[in-house]
Nanobody, 122 residues
Framework: VQLQASGGGLVQAGGSLRLSCAAS????????MGWFRQAPGKEREFVAA???????YYTDSVKGRFTISRDNAKNTMYLQMNSLKPEDTAVYYC?????????????????WGQGTLVTVSS
């Protein structure tokens, strides 16, 4: 499955953005999908995941502020980000076929989108 992320941009602290991830090729409906992010000088980290049935999982730092959702009919996943903070500044990547072991990761047959930059100014 090929993934295309969009929706990033520049926003002031306290503002909102909605990221989208459109899937093409093989249907994404059967996969656990999610978002990761990578801030400058830091390692890529897990942000949120959503199961095929709609179960959601979040890293602690975004709980209560971010909401992940998916529309299987449209092969699209979303990340609604509210109350944004400067520390949310990062390149956000969508991914398909997430798995959980000691943490969330993308399986060997999974896919990554190209990333979309979110910049939150203070």
């Amino acid at each position: 499955v090929q993934l295309q992320a969009s929706g990033g941009g520049l926003v002031q602290a306290g503002g909102s953005l909605r990221l989208s991830c459109a899937a093409s090729g093989r249907t994404s409906g059967g996969y656990v999908m999610g978002w990761f992010r990578q801030a400058p000088g830091k390692e890529r980290e897990f942000v949120a995941a959503i199961s095929r049935s709609g179960g959601t999982y979040y890293t602690d730092s975004v709980k209560g502020r971010f909401t992940i959702s998916r529309d299987n009919a449209k092969n699209t996943m979303y990340l609604q980000m509210n109350s944004l903070k400067p520390e949310d500044t990062a390149v956000y990547y969508c991914a398909a076929d997430l798995k959980y072991g000691t943490g969330w990761y993308v399986g060997p047959l999974g896919s990554w989108g190209q990333g979309t930059l979110v910049t939150v100014s203070s």
